[in-house]
């Protein structure tokens, strides 16, 4: 399949058409890739995936382990190029040469990897990179009362109470820490939200936040991004889901056109699961139902 | 780019029109490292001399033994026509002078080793030992009335500049302490020398061995209020304005310029007519001291490079 | 037992911790124990060193080591290294004096270009360093080696010597003097302006670590320079204006320098390179970049002056000096260490 | 409650006795922390805790962020020594000064933050400080071909297929790499083996992977002891469910006490999530089933 | 279009690469390529370069810096550095030639002792790096002072001069010097036997780095210090074990040099400690720690050699020496770097 220069491949290869997935409506998507391609000297990561953002839509991007979901991530989000295909924000080429090009767009992201400058405070974290400013002239300066303000009232309402804002990130449980990165991306996405694997590290009380904030963001008109392994947080928000397998596509569907269970299933071997509960619990049934 | 213009000056003297070398190629080989504003004279009067014989000169110096046999082994492999040498270290230069010597390489000895030179086969030797001018030093300093000295060494370890110091020990006949500063760190040898004087006020004479740190030192005792007399090696314009004015007593000069001039020279009449002068005895540059007595004609030449 | 959770009010996960060893924890005062400790080895055994005229003293060297040193320090904090720092000094210094004693130029004019110059060699070492990913220790190594072969070989093709004199002569040079490299009066001795210059460098260095954005970003690609790029910190621009800060600081003291002393060897400022980063990390700074701060650079510049002045005031064998400096300054950072060990706990 | 030197704390304490849990006969603990607590600097991450792991036994540690769990399991892994109470090793109290001593003692570990150095390669990095040996005295060379092919097969017996065991692990994908830290625990741990939210990066398939060496390593007679916050993870395969919060230890439960609703909704508003998922896709109900 | 699931067989996320792409990813092959590249250059333009004399001339320096470049190699890719190396291979050699000719020691029997000495200084560097865990570069560069003066101060205590001679006439000499500072004939040139021991230490180094346990271990601490104490490496042992082999090549390279000169100075080595940094870096390995090559670091001591003579070779000016050897530094780096750069794809 050759993406370069094709028109919308997406639209007449996956299973639920461009224009039929629940809020689509003709407007033009503010991400689209065609046929995109990533290759790491000779690990090909992805393999012409073609796919639209909608605003007011939640795109699940599913997929096995080193299946290419984050380097796709990554394309959208502008830290790499796409070697091959077309990237386009608002219908047009974008041609970022980094991330910061993405945000300035409106586009923020909760990496998996690339996450929080370890030695760097909390607050210094969390306002990396649009840091709110006081005075004028050669006397502009952090201002650095608002920030710790903000960054313990966002965090205080994901659930996470922190000690001391001054505490560097490196120190921080892997829960508290991931939970920095989404206030700030949640924080700072104005038109796109991006999130990789969010809830991974994060206890049921803090995911249930985030999956509200996902709600929340896509009610108020965002398109937003979301990668999980869970089907528990995938099916309840999410609108589309991407399905990649070994760098490829395996298709597009609207929640319209899955069950859960068909999902759970589509998620390599769901039921499995429900089968191994049962494998590994037989010797001693649980006393109470 | 740069590279290839300045290599092309260096041909360009060596191909210039040639009346008397007839297009032979020296390799001078000190124990300096470039820069230095003594063997920078040196270099000066090979060049000269060069530039006025037709000969190429080349000048390489590195103050680590091991990296200067190493030059004079280059040089050996390039079959230069005669090679003029600093001994700082006779014993770690033997093997490659022998090389030198057993290629039929003509070598002439300068500044020190005079005493080896001709155990190694050289065919002369010019200038004298870094002692001998330190002696002279010392006993200036003593004509002047100083009874402590403070001698600072700008490289520590370095042989030459420990030969000065022993000198002029020699030659004051004791009360010689040393300082160690740094060259590359003028205000810090300042304070150093400062401070040296200031916590002890008995020290009533300042021996410098660079012309740099000879202004430094100058300071330093106007900062300290010091009554030191203030001698020095080798000059600098500025040395000679302090001598002019009073600050600094003599600078110690060994003439060096001829220790670059003569030997190109020697070289270049053994070449053509296997000449070897005063019979193999060193030929002495020195000791010469510029005092305020004839400061004013050396500074001139002081500012342009040959004294 | 029935579980409870947690209640509102004060937070039960937090330990007393008392002030004193709250503030031991930041990484200048660490150092500034270790200058106590060296100050008061020194001021105990010597009286001149105590004297206002020894403080003057051994504050001198302090001060031009001090503002490399915090350039330096924000240079480490964003991650790179710059060996051509020192050198660059002592080719500001030969760029003023040259036009102002060769060609005629007016002192200030003289500085100006020596600046512009300076600031060149800082963009130029930057954009190699982002352009070309090598690492900045082997391109600014680079320059180092070339700068050292460009002073000696301009100053000598254009003066004939390696040493240029005569500023004293100069259009404007007592004015200048007087700004950079005068003395003012306190108490009896005659301290060098350069030392308010430190103070200066130093209180505004730490004003833009501590709260401006250009100082968050420094810290950030100097923690993680993929993850700062990922979160639109502009890193290629922070580096290349960290090392023309640098090149900035090399002028100013090689200005100072120059004007002090009226004249310049091609081969000044030559060894310095590592003095810089050596009193940075005694201020706390991490080689590896993302941690450090100014005030400590500037601590460190001064444990490294009085260590290195002090051994002379004491008076203590010259062919030992080497020892005794280096005792000193293991020493000095190990009092550091203790201290911030004693007030906090790295995760490990 | 004072920790150090009284007796088995936990037992009167947790819900569930200590001899009342499934699996204890009475033996000897492999593991028992008495009081144990924690505090880095001012920061108080642990506080007095107790509790055991038998052989034979999986014991979950659960709660929310930042609630000490890894803090826990760094002092069993003898990466902390533990600030005030005790630690025993199969009765003994254990000084350990570094993990070494607890590998020796047969503990594996896989660490939520401590995981793999980047730059080396995925063999170099699964037989790190364990390297298999051939040859003898001043020979002893590490063993390459085996390594790469032990590696090679624990991988994909993980259903983790990867291209190239020279590729450094750097550049693996994020589950990629936490398979690669989990294969190398089961492979190496001897009588205990500390997973910390090991599954919270895998696919749904490798995540049951790991669910059933859990379970494999429990009828082995290892004692295992399992972070998650999944609370489908967690019940399947746990016998004693710890509950921590904030530092603190809120009982322990034994698998006959709770019920899998219970323990959700142990695990701070699992039911709400339940609420939470009608909240999210009000909206829009799905389509089919 | 069907959802496909990949078939068994050949892995389909794999692109082809050709065999060139794929050596030229190891660190020491972009080394190479830079060596090429200097080779090239300097034997293009002199005839005594490319000779079998000027080939033995130029492998002479390389084969010293050789030795010391693996050795700080291994250092660095285990996460530390070694400021004192340079200085002790003057320490060593002053012990042998002061024990040999003043005290009447036989040379091996003075050799044996330096090379305690040594190892005691190596280890005492690891000791406290790991202890204090001070950086290591703050502790060797204690180290690195403490040594110079120890080398002046007890040289001038000893025999009254900085410098002293006369290894000629001690017992054993001739043997010694056969072993480690002869020369061997090949193709009509005089090569030093220094070669051949640079060739073994690379081999040897090599051989530990990528096939035994203790190889592991460096990449692991230098990569990740804690991780890899987390799984039990032990790391402590490691880096001590490292300090004490670079000591050790430092001894090597002393008793090369004190047996070749039969004379040592108390400064020698000085200055030498970041030429070894240089050349390791030259020849990929990372600052940083964790990756690196001895190969690499031994090609890397080849293109400093080979830059540093082959300027001499073609008698450019030696005041613009340090220029040109800046300038081919650089270009080697970049020229390697551009090779990496085509054969691989890093993660940004
Ligand atoms: N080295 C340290 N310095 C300061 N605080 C620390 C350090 N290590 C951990 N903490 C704090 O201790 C608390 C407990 O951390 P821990 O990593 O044990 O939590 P956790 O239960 O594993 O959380 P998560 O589920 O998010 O992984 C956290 O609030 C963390 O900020
Ligand atoms: N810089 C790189 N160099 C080489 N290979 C890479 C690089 N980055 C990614 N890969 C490979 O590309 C594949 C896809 O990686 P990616 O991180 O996109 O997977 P993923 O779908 O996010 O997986 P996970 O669910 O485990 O996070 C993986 O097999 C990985 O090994
Ligand atoms: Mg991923
Ligand atoms: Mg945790």
């Known amino acids: ?289 | ?307 | 037992m029935t579980v409870k959770t947690a209640g509102p009010g004060a937070d039960e996960r937090l330990a007393s911790t008392g002030l004193a060893r709250r503030l031991l924890i930041r990484p200048e005062l660490g150092a500034v124990v270790g200058a106590v400790v060296v100050f008061a080895f020194f001021a105990g055994q010597s009286e001149t060193f105590r004297s206002v005229d020894g403080v003057a003293n051994w504050l001198d060297p302090a001060s031009t080591l001090g503002i490399m040193a915090v350039a330096i320090a924000l240079l480490m904090i964003g991650g790179e290294f710059d060996l051509s720092a020192g050198v660059l000094t002592g080719t500001t210094g030969l760029i003023t004096v040259i036009l102002a004693t060769r060609y005629g130029f007016s002192i200030w004019t003289a500085m100006l270009v020596a600046l512009a110059v300076a600031l060149l060699v800082g963009f130029l070492n930057g954009l190699i360093v982002v352009r070309t990913t090598l690492p900045s220790f082997i391109v600014t190594l680079g320059t180092f080696l070339m700068l050292q072969g460009i002073n000696l070989g301009v100053t000598k093709a254009l003066t004939g010597t390696v040493q240029v004199s005569g500023l004293r002569r100069a259009e404007g040079y007592e004015q200048a003097r007087a700004v950079l490299a005068g003395t003012f009066s306190l108490g009896g001795a005659d301290f060098r302006v350069a030392i308010l210059w430190w103070l200066g460098v130093t209180a505004l260095a730490t004003w833009v670590l501590m709260r401006t954005r250009p100082g968050n970003w420094i810290f950030a690609v100097g923690g993680d320079d993929r993850a700062a790029r990922a979160v639109g910190v502009p890193a290629e621009r922070t580096k290349i204006a960290l090392f023309m800060t640098t090149a900035g600081a090399a002028w100013l003291v090689g200005s100072i320098l120059a004007l002090r002393f009226t004249s310049v060897q091609a081969n000044a400022g030559l060894g310095q390179e590592f003095v810089y980063i050596i009193a940075a990390v005694i201020g706390g700074c991490l080689l590896t970049g993302g941690y450090g701060s100014a005030i400590g650079a500037a601590v460190g510049a001064l444990i490294f002056g009085m260590a290195d002045k002090g051994i002379v005031f004491l008076g203590w064998d010259a062919d030992w000096f080497r020892f005794f400096l280096g005792a000193m300054l293991l020493l000095a950072t190990l009092a550091n260490r203790l201290v911030r060990r004693y007030a906090e706990e790295v995760r490990h």
């Open chain 1, 1 to 289: 399949m050759t993406g370069t220069g094709e028109p919308p491949a997406g639209a007449d290869r996956t299973p639920s058409g461009a224009g039929a997935g629940p809020g689509a409506d003709g407007a033009v998507p503010l991400l689209e890739t065609r046929g995109c391609g990533k290759t790491f000297g000779g690990v090909i990561a992805l393999r012409d995936v073609s796919t639209r953002v909608r605003a007011g839509e939640v795109t699940c991007v599913l997929g096995d382990n080193g299946a290419g979901k984050s380097t796709l991530i990554k394309i959208l989000a502008g830290v790499h190029p796409p070697d091959s295909g077309e990237y386009l924000v608002d219908g047009a080429p974008a041609a970022f040469t980094s991330p910061r090009d993405a945000l300035d767009r409106g586009i923020a992201t909760v990496y998996q990897d690339l996450a929080m400058i370890p030695l760097m405070s909390v607050w210094r974290n969390f306002f990396l990179g649009s840091e709110p400013s006081r005075g004028w002239g050669p006397f502009r300066r952090f201002d650095v009362a608002e920030a710790r303000r903000t960054v313990r009232r966002e965090l205080r309402s994901m659930g996470i109470d922190i000690r001391d804002v001054d505490q560097p990130v490196g120190t921080l449980s892997g829960g508290e820490r991931q939970s920095v990165a989404i206030a700030r991306a949640v924080y700072f996405g104005a038109r796109v939200l991006i999130l990789d694997e969010p809830t991974s590290a994060l206890g049921v009380k803090q995911a249930g936040v985030v999956l509200r904030y996902i709600a929340q963001a896509r009610d108020r008109g965002l398109g937003v991004v979301f990668i999980t392994h869970n089907p528990h947080h995938a099916y309840p928000v999410g609108d589309r889901f991407l399905l990649l397998n070994r760098g490829g596509s395996m298709g597009e569907y609207g929640k319209a056109e899955v069950t859960r269970q068909e999902l759970i299933s589509l998620m390599a071997g769901g039921a499995e699961l429900e089968q191994l509960a049962h494998e590994l619990s037989r010797e001693e049934p649980p006393v109470k139902p």
């Open chain 2, 1 to 307: 780019e740069g590279g290839q213009q300045t290599a092309g000056a260096t041909t360009g003297a060596a191909t210039a029109p040639a009346p008397a070398g007839g297009g032979a190629n020296f390799a001078v080989i000190t124990h300096a490292a470039a820069g230095d504003a003594f063997w920078d004279v040196v270099k000066n009067g090979a060049e000269a001399a060069g530039k006025r014989y037709g000969v190429s000169v080349s000048y390489q110096g590195d103050g680590d033994p091991a990296r200067q046999s190493q030059l004079i082994d280059q040089a050996v492999s390039q079959r230069v026509d005669g090679i003029v040498v600093s001994m700082a270290n006779p014993d770690a230069l033997k093997e490659s002078v022998a090389k030198a010597v057993t290629a039929k390489i003509p070598v002439i000895t300068i500044n020190s080793g005079g005493d080896r030179s001709k155990e190694f086969g050289a065919i002369t030797h010019v200038g004298q030992s870094e002692d001998v001018a330190g002696r002279g030093a010392g006993e200036q300093l003593k004509a002047a009335g100083v009874r402590k000295l403070l001698c600072v060494i700008h490289e520590a370890g370095n042989v030459g500049l420990d030969q000065r110091c022993n000198g002029a020990t020699e030659g004051l006949g004791g009360g010689v302490e040393r300082l160690q500063v740094d060259v590359g760190n003028l205000a810090d040898a300042t304070s150093k020398i400062t401070a040296r004087l200031q916590s002890d006020t008995s020290i009533d004479g300042v021996l410098t061995l660079n012309p740099a740190v000879a202004v430094a030192a100058r300071d330093a005792i106007a900062d300290a209020g010091s009554k030191a007399r203030l001698g020095t090696f080798d000059l600098s314009g500025d040395v000679v304005s302090a001598i002019q004015n009073d600050e600094i007593l003599f600078a110690v000069d060994q003439q060096q310029y001829l220790q670059g001039w003569l030997p190109v020279t020697f070289l270049t009449l053994y070449k053509q007519n296997l000449n070897t002068v005063g019979g193999g005895l060193p030929v002495n540059t020195g000791p010469g001291f510029v005092t305020k007595d004839n400061a004013e004609q050396v500074a001139r030449l002081a500012e342009s490079g040959t004294r």
